[in-house]
C-alpha cells in the first residue's frame, strides 16, 4: 500500500491549492478515502471523507464550504480542492483509506502566509 500526495505549496491568505493523493496496493475503487492534516506542533486531524463511488462526502467543520474532496477511481486519485486559503490551514496534508492506520504517505506541505 502506498500513497503519494503532491500539489502542496505556499499560498497567501485567500488563495488556493489543490492537492493530489496517487493511491496504489488496494481496490481503491472499493473503499472509502480521507484528507487529514498535521498542523505545525500539533496532532494529525482528520479534514474529510469521500465514499467509495465519490456519491458521498463530509467534512471537518473549519473546512466546510471552502474544501471539496473528489476522487477519480480510475486514476487511483483523490483530490482536495482548498479555497479561501486560512493561515490556521497551514499543516502538511495526508491522505489515507478511511479506517486505515500505517502506512501514511510523505504528506504534501500547505503554507497559509502574507
Known amino acids: 500500500v502506498q500513497f503519494v500526495e503532491s500539489g502542496g505549496g505556499l499560498v497567501q491568505p485567500g488563495g488556493s491549492l489543490r492537492l493530489s493523493c496517487a493511491a496504489s496496493?488496494?481496490?481503491?475503487?472499493?473503499?472509502?478515502m480521507q484528507w487529514y492534516r498535521r498542523p505545525p506542533g500539533k496532532e494529525r486531524e482528520w479534514v474529510a471523507v469521500?465514499?467509495?463511488?465519490?456519491?458521498?462526502?463530509s467534512y471537518t467543520d473549519s473546512v466546510k464550504g471552502r474544501f471539496t474532496i473528489s476522487r477519480d477511481n480510475a486514476k487511483n486519485t483523490v483530490y482536495l480542492q482548498m479555497n479561501s486559503l486560512k493561515l490556521e490551514d497551514t499543516a502538511v496534508y495526508y491522505c489515507?483509506?478511511?479506517?486505515?492506520?500505517?502506512?501514511w504517505g510523505q504528506g504534501t506541505q500547505v503554507t497559509v502566509s502574507s
Open positions: 469521500i465514499s467509495s463511488t465519490g456519491g458521498s462526502t
Open positions: 496496493g488496494f481496490t481503491f475503487s472499493t473503499v472509502n
Open positions: 489515507n483509506r478511511a479506517g486505515w492506520g500505517p502506512p
